[in-house]
């Protein structure tokens, strides 16, 4: 599966992407398969992934395409962007659209998002707006 992110806007500036040619603040945008990460310090990524792990201390603020996200234990995901499952033993904020979510205990996830789905023994903290299934949160 291969992703295009068209336009990003992040801290530095926009960034617009045309086919494998990139036009402006693009310094944190990736192009072209999508490739797996291993997230070991703080980072904000754009573009595509493939399958991405959080590890502990890192803070991945995500506004890309990710295959499938795992957030482990003392990390933290803060997902604006597209993905398919997220697994979370840490903390999660999934303000942009996945597939489903499963919370591992001592896990955490505010959904203010879409999601397919969510369940597991961790806390789970769906917020106003958010569309779990096809639910819409009131």
């Given amino acids: 599966m291969c992703w295009l992110a068209p336009i990003s806007s992040g801290i530095g500036g926009n960034c617009l992407v045309q086919g494998e040619k990139k036009i402006g603040d693009c310094s944190n945008v ?6 797996p990460k291993q997230v070991t310090r703080s980072e904000h990524l754009s ?8 590890k ?3 803070v991945a603020t995500v506004d890309g395409n990710i ?11 803060i997902h604006s962007g597209n993905a398919g499952d997220i697994d979370v033993a840490g903390n999660a904020y999934i303000n942009g659209n ?3 979510v499963t919370v591992r205990a001592g ?3 505010t959904i203010r998002g879409i999601v397919e789905g969510v369940s597991g023994e961790g806390d789970i903290q769906k917020l106003k707006g958010a ?8």
């Fill in 30 to 35: 990736d192009v072209g398969p999508a490739l």
């Fill in 47 to 54: 573009g595509n992934y493939g399958d991405v792990t959080v």
């Fill in 56 to 58: 502990p201390p890192a």
């Fill in 67 to 77: 295959q499938n996200v795992v957030v482990q234990r003392g990390a933290t995901l």
């Fill in 98 to 100: 996945a597939g489903w």
């Fill in 107 to 109: 896990g955490k996830v």
């Fill in 131 to 138: 569309i779990i299934g096809d639910v819409y949160i009131k």
